[in-house]
């Protein structure tokens, strides 16, 4: 997965290399946050070898132990409105819109 990433973002950048690139963290899912948790850290070091930004806003679905907090989850993969809300006020700081558009 890193690997692929990172030969990802590389296509990215020689194609639009005046562009910004934002990296988010996967979303943790159920008797699977230690795993995510592992790639999410491999992504964390990926952006900071090739100078991108990084954020995880997955990181507030899960509860103190580690795990999904199941309150945002329709299935333990598939975020509800809760867990969308959640995620969306965390991309919020990343995000512009463009004059026109909503």
């Keep these: 997965i890193i690997s692929g990433l990172r030969l990802l973002i590389q296509a990215i950048k020689i194609?639009?290399?005046?562009?910004?690139?934002?990296?988010?963290?996967?979303?943790?899912?159920?008797?699977?946050?230690?795993?995510?948790?592992?790639?999410?850290?491999?992504?964390?070091?990926?952006?900071?070898?090739?100078n991108i930004v990084y954020t995880n806003p997955g990181?507030?679905?899960?509860?103190?132990s580690g795990k999904i907090e199941?309150?945002?989850?329709?299935?333990?993969?598939?975020p509800n409105k809760k867990g969308y809300d959640l995620i969306g006020k965390?991309?919020?700081p990343y995000?512009?819109?463009?004059?026109g558009k909503k």
């Design 90 to 92: 965390a991309l919020k």
């Design 15 to 50: 194609r639009q290399s005046a562009e910004s690139i934002l990296l988010m963290g996967i979303f943790p899912r159920r008797n699977q946050e230690e795993r995510v948790a592992t790639l999410n850290e491999q992504m964390v070091q990926l952006t900071g070898d090739e």
């Design 95 to 99: 995000l512009v819109v463009k004059e």
């Design 59 to 64: 990181i507030g679905l899960l509860n103190d």
């Design 70 to 78: 199941e309150k945002f989850f329709t299935d333990g993969l598939h």
